[in-house]
């Protein structure tokens, strides 16, 4: 017997659906069926042969990251889970060494001898069944089926507005908080974790600005629009923002030449947080640094990076989950622009579909 799996042979080029042999279920093991795999511009990345890494020993990979599956089988002594189960996994593995590894953050790993699943070092999910220990499987409820898919995306916002927020609260207190004007966050990108990023921001009490470089009418602008954010072409530049500068800044394209404008839109003591991954091949940008930098000391800014999360992120994203469906039925959804077989992997993760935010790969429907 053997499961269908979308193998990449890193760094060469390229995907197959192929044929591999189905994973055994191991003591202290869960065998999952996959019922969905969203994609994502890494995965992106990898197919073009500009990322990721198979592990050792084995000539391929297993694609995907973004998953969600249900529990088919429990290894016996395994609690807390039964078939049936709706689970989403989180994606990286710890290296086991440093103190960050030993305490279940591996999205700190000091070391970098991490793996993640579907991307580097560890097969991943776009595969009708893969296996995991108990401690990296989130229990999903079944309300929210639907949405669930967007957990590990939405994890990675949480990860990433956590971060920026503990260095606004830098600032401190002072008599009469909270101020009676809401915080300004800007978020850049209306992909899947621009959009999250929005609907995070909405709910901690942000007035939301998202930008791109699409006009409006599009289904991001609108469920941008039903969520009380505010959409912003910047197809002709960040000087359409004209004076505007904002507390918190959330970056989600990946964009070199974007990432430094958007220090020009920073406030006085706020922070810019990059959670898109450029490409490491990019030609040199040239930029005004000492105006930048003079800046950034003179107004108390920050810029930080943030990557990957951990499991206390996905608990964090399915309580918010819940609270974006109370407060907007159903828009979470609409988030996913297009599902597609799992047979239309190839084209589902190259084709840039203008107007999409999250294409799914049904796996099992
Ligand atoms: C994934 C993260 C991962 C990062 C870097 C992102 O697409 O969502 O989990 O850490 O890529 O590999």
Known sequence: ????????????????????????????????????????G??????????????????????????????????SGVGGFAPGTLVVATVRRGCGKDRFCRANKSDQCETGEFTERGIGGAHGFMADQYVELPEYLVPVPTALRGVAVLLEPLSVVEKAVFMGQRVID???????????????????GTGAVGILAAFL??????????IDRRGAGTPAAA????????HRSVADGLGTLGAHRFDLVIEAT???????????????????????IPDA??????????RLLRDVVLENQAVIGSVNANRSY????????????????????????????????????????????KTVLTVVS
């Open 223 to 230: 469920l941008l629009a039903r969520i009380g954010a505010t």
């Open 314 to 357: 996905f608990e964090a994203g399915l309580r918010d989950m819940t609270m974006f469906e109370e407060k907007w039925p159903g828009a979470l959804a609409t988030v996913i622009t297009s599902r597609r077989p799992l047979a239309e992997f190839l084209t589902a993760i190259t084709d840039r579909i203008s107007g999409s935010m």
């Open 281 to 290: 091949s990019e030609p040199p940008t040239s930029v005004e640094a000492g």
């Open 201 to 210: 921001l909405r709910v901690r009490g942000y007035e939301v600005t998202a």
């Open 1 to 40: 017997m053997t499961v269908r799996a979308v193998c990449v042979r890193p760094p060469a080029p390229g995907a197959i659906l192929g044929e591999v042999p189905p994973p055994p279920l191991t003591p202290g093991t869960v065998l999952v069926n996959v019922l969905e795999c969203g994609v994502c």
């Open 254 to 276: 990946g964009s070199t030449s974007l990432d430094f404008g958007l220090v020009d839109l920073l406030g006085r003591n706020s922070v810019l947080v990059l959670t898109g």
């Open 170 to 188: 830098r600032r401190g207190n002072t008599p009469g908080d909270p101020p009676t004007a809401p915080p300004a966050a800007l978020v850049a």
């Open 42 to 75: 890494t995965d992106r990345d990898i197919v073009a042969g500009r990322y990721g890494s198979a592990p050792p020993g084995s000539p391929y990979l297993i694609l995907g990251h973004e998953n969600l599956g249900v529990v088919r089988e429990v290894a």
